[in-house]
């Protein structure tokens, strides 16, 4: 069955870095666009990133655009977020999901991780 | 950006009763050449990541109960769960995927009457 595994939160200072990483196993890896999702506490739901199949595209949300990289390792078969310029506002539980309909970009998630909690704190 | 609006926020409805939960886009999400409505519906419960229930409008994830419909198109969406079963306290997202960046409505908690 898929299953991906959120690893990497943690607690950081603002200004800070920190690289999220989603295990995946279950499935074709290299056949699906792959998604970071954040929640921040008690709040809704916001899509952060995607990645396509391929790794060749990707696309940002605009409050992370130009601050945050989502990467692929194939050969690993693992998804990486990487968090710069890290601000109190990115607190969140962050999930990495798979894209339902497998060579688009932007779709649905059929599969979510359990999540990883980012808390940006001094 | 597509602004997704969900309401009402919050809904309490009796054991067994309809519960309908709204979910409107500032633009049309309806993509004419193959008349798909690119609009998901998804359940979170508490401590739990969200799950997906309805894509495409009124597509029925697999394993998802009967129970849950989507219907809508456009700009003008709803689901409805038919009988109101206890484990379907949780909220509930729209979520559109017509365009980026991905838009999700505000979410609209179900609570037991």
């Known amino acids: 069955q898929v299953q991906l595994v959120e690893s990497g939160g943690g607690v950081v200072q603002p200004g800070m870095s920190l690289r999220l990483s989603c295990a995946a196993s279950?499935?074709?890896?290299?056949?699906?666009?792959m998604h970071w999702v954040r929640q921040a506490p008690g709040k809704g739901l916001e899509w952060v990133a995607v990645?396509?199949?391929?790794?060749?595209?990707?696309y940002y949300g605009d409050s992370v655009k130009g601050r945050f990289t989502i990467s692929r390792d194939i050969s690993k078969n693992t998804l990486y977020l990487q968090m710069n310029s890290l601000r109190p506002e990115d607190t969140a539980m962050y999930y990495c999901?798979?894209?339902?309909?497998?060579?688009?970009?932007?779709?649905?998630?059929?599969?979510w991780g359990q999540g990883t909690l980012v808390t940006v704190s001094s | 950006d597509i602004v997704m609006t969900q309401s009402p926020d919050s809904l309490a409805v009796s054991l067994g009763e309809r519960a309908t939960f709204n979910c409107k886009s500032s633009?049309?999400?309806?993509?004419?050449?193959?008349?798909?409505?690119?609009l998901a519906w998804y359940q979170q419960k508490p401590g739990q990541p969200p799950k997906l229930l309805i894509y495409?409008?009124?597509t029925r994830e697999s394993g998802v109960p009967d129970r849950f419909s989507g219907s809508g198109s456009g700009t003008d969406f709803t689901l409805t769960i038919s009988s109101l079963q206890a484990e379907d306290v949780a909220v509930y997202y729209c979520?559109?995927?017509?365009?980026?960046?991905?838009?999700f409505g505000q979410g609209t908690r179900l609570e037991i009457k």
């Open positions: 999901a798979r894209g339902k309909v497998d060579t688009a970009l932007i779709t649905s998630f059929d599969n």
């Open positions: 279950g499935f074709t890896f290299s056949s699906y666009g």
């Open positions: 990645i396509s199949y391929d790794g060749t595209n990707n």
């Open positions: 633009q049309s999400v309806l993509y004419s050449p193959n008349n798909k409505n690119y």
């Open positions: 495409w409008s009124s």
């Open positions: 979520q559109q995927y017509y365009s980026a960046p991905i838009t």
